[in-house]
């Protein structure tokens, strides 16, 4: 059974930082792109960012460019997502998944980062 | 560039059918055949319920099903179920290899 353990969310002040985990389980991590999805409380889905197999290739929504890095740790089977220069407009729970062929196959349930002063 | 257009609700009385329409541009849904579905109860992680325009996931019912035509891309519930009222969000694979959701919609069941 495919299993997505997102942790490392709170309350954060707006300018500072935090880095959000993904523990994967029940199926070959290595094989799999990845990604991270958010949504705004009360709001819809918006892809964030995603992640090739050996973490060669990434991508970001425009919103988040510069600000978030996305990695993965084959070897612990984790995927991790690295947020600075964090915003109001962050705020939402962020859930990680596992992509099939673009579509996000399976998700965990989620964590919600919340940054306000 | 902007999320997929979805109306905002579709109601339908049980055993009838619906259709959501998710609207994008040659750029994303009209380009590639990389559209899916997500079915999202409240407080609930999203499931997949079709992908590549028209592929269902194993487990999930046949009464899903999904199209494109154009840059539209549709999926149709049939013999609407209690069960099935929740937020369901399309999404594309864009030109510049991202992924782009869709507005959301919220299907009533009457």
């Known amino acids: 059974e495919v299993q997505l353990v997102e942790s490392g969310g709170g309350l954060v002040q707006p300018g500072g930082s935090l880095r959000l985990s993904c523990a994967a389980s029940?199926?070959?991590?290595?094989?799999?792109?990845m990604s991270w999805v958010r949504q705004a409380p009360g709001k819809g889905l918006e892809w964030v960012a995603n992640i090739k197999q050996d973490g060669s290739e990434k991508y970001y929504v425009d919103s988040v460019k510069g600000r978030f890095t996305i990695s993965r740790d084959n070897a612990k089977n984790s995927l991790y997502l690295q947020m600075n220069s964090l915003r109001a407009e962050d705020t939402a729970v962020y859930y990680c998944?596992?992509?099939?062929?673009?579509?996000?196959?399976?998700w965990g349930q989620g964590t919600l980062v919340t940054v306000s002063s | 560039q902007s999320a997929l257009t979805q109306p905002a609700s579709v109601s339908g009385s049980p055993g009838q059918s619906i259709t959501i329409s998710c609207t994008g541009t040659s750029s994303d849904v009209g380009g590639y055949n990389y559209v899916s579905w997500y079915q999202q109860h409240p407080g609930k992680a999203p499931k997949l319920m079709i992908y590549e325009v028209s592929n269902r996931p194993s487990g999930v019912s046949n009464r899903f099903s999904g199209s494109k035509s154009g840059n539209t891309a549709s999926l149709t519930i049939s013999g609407l179920q209690a069960e099935d009222e929740a937020d369901y969000y399309c999404?594309?694979?864009?030109?510049?290899?991202?992924?782009?959701f869709g507005t959301g919609t919220k299907v009533t069941v009457l």
């Open positions: 029940g199926f070959t991590f290595s094989s799999y792109w």
């Open positions: 998944a596992r992509d099939l062929d673009t579509a996000m196959a399976d």
């Open positions: 999404s594309s694979y864009t030109s510049s290899s991202t992924l782009f």
